[in-house]
């Protein structure tokens, strides 16, 4: 390993720049906030003449999407990336992504979704395409938004998925982060050359890619597509431990933070992991036996590994960035309530849903003090909530 | 130029055996076009139709390399395909001329997927797009579209105790094109396929964004025998109501019929448009005609303003 680069930058720098080291061969865009950035910052690239990317500067990301499924089905390493109302106008396409199995990485920078219009941070961009087949990867700051980027690449290209890595919207987007570069020739080496198997601009083997199917196919090919997701849980923990052995930062399907001895824990995705982990800290050092578990594979949903590192807890809470408007709780909370179910008789039942910070609403230290708080009493079996909205006037 | 004798000699680009209505014009478009373009070409299409008959799995009428995502994205998608193309070819991995074609129905085209055809023609990809112009949406059950013309019946927009039809004029894409300024915009028909191959061979010689917006009888939304697609097509040239014309570098070229026919002998050959032939319809009938002088015209102005003006060539983006 060649000697890294540490310096400053934001999270739609940190992804720009894995991109520009990916060096993809199409990159089709259309700017929102807070994503714009990633792909501004990359049209400098192609100006300078720093990668050799045939940049696609579209009129929408419906389009965006489209160009990006004509490339990659052309056999190219394709890249993207959008936000909230730019994801919800790709959705259509999004699926069809998936269902063609092509290996498209996306910068995913989240926002909440309009009405009413806001461009600050929540999940409920990614959140609404939840089901369409991409793999999910949230980050907590910028150097994971980097490196995310980076597996993200070899992840889609061995899984035959499309990939998105997700940043929370201004926290991580356009906050500035201590960030290690790898070297070119490293992430270069690590990204590798993409061979795909099959190829339009191939004419010694001509192939018709999104043929009609009916009610004699449709489903065997569905089945293949949930086996292929199923399957990536193992690529992206090997590429995960490639990356890990070769650059020394060690990712998995989630991370758990001091959960030996836990007995109240939360789960969390995105930059609120980072700050729960201070809170967390402070709790420890007064003896209380506070754990964090912060899901980094929202898609594939990591069912059994973490019903198995809730084990043993006491009482849960799991904050959620967007609500499901089912009349219920967050899709963060129904999953793993849906997981704690499967999982062997006597795992925790005491489970408090949050939803937080919504439309970019301040998540702070004492929010989730209090979230802790509610724990320790639940765990003692006092009566909670079993949703809270927090940081809400009501 | 290829002779009839030539074309009918090479291996089918686009196969028999497609699940197109007998008749279908949709399907003679796509023979054609790949007949003048030739095996190194990859297509896009839209939904529609042409993809739905051509591509049931596992069988597929395309003997070339052939792409389809959605409805409203044809032009995008195959922007997408000549992107990858051109940086390839510009990394030294690859070396192969290729031809991209985008086949859309109307309403693929003039319709849900103008905005995504409007950008790929003013990003200026080297492209052609064919629209196979059959005026209706046929493959959801003939609904109306912007480019169904004024009194057809349609099943959102039918014939009733009160209505007659569309009441309104179809949108003119061709000149909503030429509005584009890329080096070629035409119309041709089914029907006559001199016609047709000789407008693609030329638009594939030339760098850049292209537009082809085919004529095509559909036999089941037009309601006529199957034999009728190609006469009924070379009327509509005949009558005027679809006028054979090329834009050239901003020059237009118009191919005038020996003799402009009335109208109403293109009208009375279509199911669609029976309700016209009543006596108390005479007006609409009137109405359409008058539109379809008017449009003749305006084509012809056109024709003749342009010749004096010496565009500069356009060079490739
Ligand atoms: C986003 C979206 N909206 C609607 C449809 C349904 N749909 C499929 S084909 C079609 C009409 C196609 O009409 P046209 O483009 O004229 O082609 P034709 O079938 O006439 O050849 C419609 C409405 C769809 N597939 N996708
Ligand atoms: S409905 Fe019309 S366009 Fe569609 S297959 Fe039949 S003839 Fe062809
Ligand atoms: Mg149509």
Known sequence: MDKTNIVARTGNEAMAEAM???????VAAYPITPATEVVQIFAGYVADGLVKTEFVPVESEHSAMSACIGSAAAGGRTMTGTSSQGLALMAEMLYIAAGLRLPIVMADVNRALSSPINIHCDHSDTMMVKESGWIQIFSENCQEAYDNMLQAIRIAEKAKLPV???TDGFIISHGMERLEILSDADAKAFVGEYKPEYYLLNFEKPITVGALDLTDYYFEHKRQQIEAIKDSKQIIL???????????????????YKMDGAEIVIVAMGSTAGTAKVVVDGLRSKGVKAGLVKPRIFRPFPKEELAESLKGMKAIAVMDRSDSMNAQEGPLALEIKAALYDAPAGSCRTVLSYIYGLGGREIKLEDIELVYNDLSEASKGKAKPKVSYLGVRE | MANLKDLSKQKALFTGGHRGCAGCGAAIVARQVLMAAGPNTVVANATGCLEVVSTIFPY?????????????????SISGVEALHKSWVRQGKYDKKVNFIAFGG??????????????????????????????AYMNTGV???????????????????????KEQFRKDLTEIMAAHRIPYVAQSVVGNWRDLTSKVEKALAIEGPKFINVFQPCRLGWAYDPEMTCEIGRLSVETCVWPLYE?????????????????????????????????????????????????????????????QVKTPELKPS
Not at chain 2, 112 to 133: D, K, P
């Open chain 2, 60 to 76: 597929t009428a395309w003997n070339i390399p052939f792409v389809h995502s959605a409805f409203e994205n044809a032009a995008a």
């Open chain 2, 247 to 307: 834009v050239l570098n901003g020059q237009y070229k118009v191919t005038k019929p020996k003799e402009k026919k009335p109208v109403v002998e293109w009208i009375k050959l279509q199911g669609r448009f029976r309700h016209l032939l009543k006596p108390e319809n005479k007006p609409l009938l009137d109405d359409i005609q008058a539109a379809t002088d008017k449009n003749w015209e305006d084509l012809l102005r056109k024709e003749s303003l342009t010749p």
């Open chain 1, 20 to 26: 520009r080291q990916i060096n993809p061969d199409v």
């Open chain 2, 143 to 165: 609904q109306r579209s912007g480019a169904t013309p004024k009194g057809a019946d349609t099943t959102t927009a039918p014939v009733g105790k009160i209505k007659k039809g």
């Open chain 1, 238 to 256: 090997d590429v995960a431990g490639e990356f890990g052995a070769k650059f020394g930062r060690e990712y998995g399907l989630f991370e758990k």
């Open chain 1, 164 to 166: 998105m890595v997700t």
């Open chain 2, 106 to 135: 109307d309403g693929g085209t003039y319709d849900i997927g103008l905005q995504s055809l409007s950008g790929a023609m003013e990003r200026g990809h080297n492209i052609l797009y064919v629209c196979y112009n059959n005026e």
